[in-house]
């Protein structure tokens, strides 16, 4: 019902940035939200950033001041703002979606963010 699809990602040096874009494509669904999470080798995926159908944004600890989420609901794409990037920031970026109605969430193929020092 949903197709996420991920752009963006690559190697950048060390307080560099990069901007992820997620569009998503269907045929009739609602966002409650849509967010990034990202997955390390031998790590846990965590959720990075996430923005809600009412604009309300919440982010992990560890990108707080330097990483944005934002939303054009035109073209139901989120995008993720990353500055002042860290060897730590090195993951696969996933994107999420969650539409009124319909579970589970729906999930991007991952884009990879690898940060060199």
């Known amino acids: 019902q949903v197709q996420l699809v991920e752009s963006g990602g690559g190697l950048v040096q060390a307080g560099g940035s990069l901007r992820l874009s997620c569009a998503a494509s269907?045929?009739?669904?609602?966002?409650?939200?849509m967010g990034w999470y990202r997955q390390a080798p031998g790590k846990q995926r965590e959720l990075v950033a996430i923005?809600?159908?009412?604009?309300?944004?919440t982010y992990t600890d560890s990108v707080k001041g330097r990483f944005s989420i934002a939303r054009d609901n035109a073209k139901n794409t989120v995008y993720l703002q990353m500055n002042s990037l860290k060897p730590e920031d090195t993951a696969a970026y996933y994107c999420?979606?969650?539409?009124?109605?319909?579970?589970?969430?729906?999930w991007g193929q991952g884009t990879q963010v690898t940060v060199s020092s």
């Open positions: 269907g045929s009739s669904f609602s966002i409650a939200y």
């Open positions: 999420t979606l969650k539409a009124f109605g319909i579970s589970p969430n729906f």
């Open positions: 923005i809600t159908s009412g604009d309300t944004t």
